[in-house]
Nanobody, 124 residues
């Protein structure tokens, strides 16, 4: 399985950006998906989660109310809409497929397949 993230870039504080992640293969609709991010010098952290049907979403407290995760199963794509961006959102954003259910959805070890990441830089 391959995941291709795109849509990152440079945005000003208070701005918006949408990143996408397209997955190869025919089983995308059976995958629960997550977005994580890693800022320079920091550990990778959970951002958002969406179940396979798109009916259940969960967010990290730091992005709740500003970010929205969604998916289009017909396009094999998961999205992360990011609004009211600030400098603390600067990071490489990664999408991932959850394959391990013995650990919580917000832990990176619950995910087996990862995209290459897309860089989001928020400038003032």
């Amino acid at each position: 399985v391959q995941l291709q993230a795109s849509g990152g870039g440079l945005v000003q504080t208070g701005g918006s950006l949408r990143v996408s992640c397209r997955t190869s293969g025919q089983y995308f609709s059976t995958y629960d998906m997550g977005w994580f991010r890693q800022a320079p010098g920091k550990e990778r952290e959970f951002v958002a989660y969406i179940n396979r049907g798109g009916t259940n979403t969960t967010y990290a407290d730091s992005v709740k109310g500003r970010f929205t995760i969604s998916r289009d199963n017909a396009r094999n794509t998961v999205y992360l809409q990011m609004n009211s961006l600030n400098s603390e959102d600067t990071a490489v954003y990664y999408c991932a497929i959850r394959r391990i259910y013995s650990t919580p959805y917000y832990q990176s070890r619950s995910y087996h397949y990862w995209g290459q990441g897309t860089l989001v830089t928020v400038s003032s």
